[in-house]
């Protein structure tokens, strides 16, 4: 089970590495630890002593810092890993944790790789890591089927404007009451105030990409209008897009 109360001390890198299959390599005494994910259809699989474990799409793995093992890339691809150190001694094993919603934890890394990338400051960087952390450790509470599924189709359809409680409840076929309570039962917020938080984070790493308009990213994440992108991004952070662009 991921211990999720770590007291991070450093953050040593944030890479995708791509491999080919079959790609084999022999760890001695691993520098840190990692946290590794696969995107695509990617496979690897580590062997420590004879224990084996996968990481691919729908599992994440903790790399344990000071050990010794081999990997080998059942499929190819690219794969995300996050490379720390922490005070504790977090783990002397492989830790598999199975992930419900793979696309959010690939969009928090790209929002963490991003501030790497542009020399993010410190208190930036931790507060990206530790939430990864903080929803890898929730995956091992119970996930109602229909908040599932809701989350899911909340990502894949984040540019429709008309994402609401009644579009969500309707597709979860429950009344519209019952889904915004199980909904902040397990979130501890409502549907609508869950997407706007999301469009608003979806918002900050396309902004700190720097390659679309302010329009462009605005229908991307699903406001009406600019006017409305602007006033609900300035509302939650302070800042103006465009201000928010420029300091990124």
Not at 48 to 72: D, E, W
Not at 151 to 164: M, V
Not at 195 to 222: P, V
Request: hydrophobic content about 35%; aromatic content about 10%; some cysteine.
């Amino acid at each position: 089970m991921l211990q999720n109360d770590i007291t991070l001390t450093s953050i040593l890198g944030v890479l995708i590495i791509p491999a080919n299959k079959d790609r084999y390599l022999e760890i001695t005494n691993r520098p840190c630890y990692g946290l590794s994910f696969c995107m695509d259809d990617g496979c690897i699989v580590y062997n420590k002593s004879g224990a084996v474990t996968r990481s691919t799409k729908n599992t994440a793995v903790i790399l344990p810092m000071g050990q010794s093992y081999t990997l080998r890339n059942e499929e190819g691809g690219n794969f995300p890993i996050i490379n720390f150190l922490c005070e504790e001694s977090f783990t002397k094993d492989f830790i598999e944790i199975k992930l419900k919603n793979p696309e959010i934890y690939l969009k928090e890394f790209e929002k963490l790789r991003a501030a790497w990338l542009t020399g993010g400051d410190k208190a930036r960087l931790y507060s990206l890591f530790y939430g990864i952390i903080s929803r890898l450790g929730a995956e091992n509470e119970p996930m109602h089927p229909i908040l599932s599924k809701s989350i899911r189709f909340i990502y894949e359809n984040l540019s429709n404007p008309n994402l609401t409680n009644t579009c969500l409840s309707e597709k979860a076929k429950v009344s519209e009451v019952y889904f915004r309570r199980l909904f902040k039962e397990h979130f501890g917020t409502t549907p609508k105030q869950y997407i706007l938080n999301t469009r608003i984070e979806e918002a900050k790493r396309l902004l700190s990409e720097g390659i679309s308009s302010i329009s462009g990213i605005s229908a991307a994440c699903g406001f009406s209008s600019v006017y409305h992108f602007s006033r609900a991004f300035k509302l939650s952070t302070g800042m103006t897009p465009t201000e928010y662009e420029r300091q990124s």
